[in-house]
Structure formats: structure tokens, C-alpha cells
């Protein structure tokens, strides 16, 4: 993350002038997390009639329209999968506000404490949160993603139309091979970049929430459930789905949390190509241009 250049006398000012905390030791109560994406974000403690709270502040860097509608967008999607139980409540948003006398997006949603998900421990966790998320109804709030393989593909920085035209064939086999497996298969709530990175874990609920979901939306779930796959098994500590049988264990899971009635070898083939979208994403970050043949999928 990059150092924000926001003081937190800014942060402070901005939060009493709306009305949504007051903070009266801005030194000690307010906390950059630094810069993330298009975003600053803060941790603010406050002392309330129950004891201590925490918040998460969010801010957007630059006052460009499509950033800020981005962060109310974002709000809306907290607002309709709140009742998940597994996402952060979000409190206030204002998307035409300023901060330090600069146009910024900013919201003000509940700080979630625990610790990073560990795949080999947690997976279980993360494969019942996913469930939980795909098991809420539509809204119409949220942007359907109508060419699933294309938007996993596309969550990567560089000059995307070289990096496309690299991997132009295998992603266009891989989009047929979406289509003709997802024919009549129901859209469902979907995260949108759910890696290892986005769940937390709290132990003594024994429950992992998801989030940053600025990228939320309707798609297929084996968006989801395809990135979190991908993502465990390349996570260098506490790798996971890694193994045929270690894949099979976490859909088995997942399929259950979200009442998924579906043949196991069904399942492996279409989290198989957003598996391998991702790993063509992450090629191409890694400035890679030599396109693999899609290994089984």
C-alpha cells in the first residue's frame, strides 16, 4: 500500500463537519491504512456510551465523477448484502464531498477485527461465506457482469488491449466454454475478486467475513468460487486446492453452504475456467505474453 497524503486533522475536520463521529484526539484516535486501488482508508476509534468502536473510513483519491459514483456504488451493494451476516454494515456515504478543501467519495462503514484467512485452516470458512453471499437475491443495483471470463481477465493493470491480444485465443475459448456450460445457469450475487486477501477471519464466531466489494455484482458463482481456488493455490503460505483432492473437498463445502445439487466433475470443469482466467490474469501482470494451452479446461 502507498502512504496516504491525507493528515488526519483533514480526516477529523471532514468526520465533525458531517456529523457522522467526533473525534477528540485525532493523533491517537485515527489510523491511515494506507492506499489501496483508488482509495484511502482509515481506521477511526471512538469511545461510545457501550465501550470502544471502530469504523473504516474510505476516500477516494482524485475527484474524477466515475470514482466517486464508484465508492456510492459500492455503498448500495454494502447496503443489500448486508444481510449475508458476513459483510462489513456500512453507515454513511457521500460521493460529492470534500476533505482538505478536495472533491473526494467518501464512506463510513463498520471496522471488522481478526486475523488473515490461512487457505489450509480456514478454507471451510471462506467456502460457507461464499455460499452464504451467492445464497442472497438479486438487486437491481447491481451491475450484471454478462461476460464473466472477459471481466476476470480484466481485473489486471498494463495496457490490457496487448496483454488480451497475447491471450486473445485461449480467453476466447475459454468465454465459448462459459457459455455453453452456464446456459441456464441462475445469475446469483457475486463478489466480484474474491482472493484469500478479502476474507478475515473471527475465530471465536467461527465465521469469515468478505470484503471490499467495490467490484460486487450479478454473475455467474463460479466467478467467485473460481478466483478464491486460484488464488489459495498460489498463496505461498498455507497454500490450498492445490491437489485434485483438496479441490474437490472445498466444492463439496461450498456446495453445501450454498444448496448447490450438481455432479462433483461438473463442478471441477467450470471452476476450472475461471481458474485458468485468473491464472492468464496474472500472467499478464507479471508481463508474460507466452499464452499456455488451457490444461484440461
Not at 27 to 46: A, C, H, K
Not at 147 to 162: L, S
Amino acid at each position: 500500500m502507498m502512504e496516504t497524503k491525507r493528515s488526519v486533522q483533514a480526516v477529523a475536520a471532514f468526520l465533525r463537519g458531517k456529523g457522522w463521529l467526533l473525534s477528540e484526539d485525532p493523533e491517537n484516535q485515527i489510523v491511515s491504512l494506507g492506499s489501496r486501488w483508488n482509495n484511502d482508508n482509515f481506521v477511526i476509534t471512538v469511545d461510545e456510551l457501550y465501550g470502544e468502536s471502530r469504523y473504516l473510513l474510505r476516500l477516494t483519491r482524485g475527484g474524477g465523477f466515475g470514482l466517486m459514483a464508484r465508492i456510492a456504488y459500492e455503498f448500495a451493494v454494502l447496503q443489500a448484502v448486508r444481510r449475508s451476516g458476513v459483510t462489513p454494515r456500512p453507515f454513511f456515504c457521500d460521493e460529492a464531498a470534500e476533505v482538505d478543501g478536495q472533491p473526494t467519495g467518501a464512506l463510513l462503514m463498520e471496522f471488522l477485527t481478526g486475523r488473515p484467512l490461512a487457505c489450509d485452516t480456514h478454507w471451510r470458512l471462506a467456502a460457507q461465506t461464499l455460499g452464504l453471499i451467492h445464497s442472497l437475491p438479486a438487486d437491481g443495483r447491481f451491475v450484471v457482469r454478462e461476460e464473466p471470463v472477459m471481466d476476470v481477465y480484466g481485473m489486471c493493470g498494463g495496457n490490457e488491449a496487448m496483454d488480451t491480444q497475447a491471450h486473445g485465443a485461449e480467453l476466447n475459448r475459454l468465454a465459448q466454454r462459459a457459455a455453453r456450460l452456464l446456459t441456464g445457469e441462475d445469475r446469483v450475487v457475486t463478489h466480484g475478486s474474491a482472493q484469500p486477501s478479502d476474507f478475515i477471519v473471527d475465530e471465536d464466531r467461527e465465521r469469515a467475513w468478505l470484503v471490499d466489494w467495490e467490484n460486487g455484482g450479478v454473475s455467474t458463482r463460479w466467478v467467485d468460487v473460481g478466483l478464491f481456488m486460484s488464488g489459495a493455490a498460489t498463496v505461498q503460505v498455507g497454500a490450498y486446492c492445490r491437489t485434485d483432492d483438496e479441490r474437490r473437498e472445498f466444492l463439496e463445502a461450498y456446495a453445501l453452504a450454498a444448496r448447490v445439487v450438481m455432479p462433483m466433475e461438473a463442478m471441477l470443469e467450470r471452476a476450472a475456467v475461471f481458474e485458468r482466467a485468473c491464472e492468464l490474469r496474472d500472467e499478464a501482470r507479471e508481463g508474460r505474453s507466452d499464452p499456455q494451452e488451457p490444461g484440461g479446461v
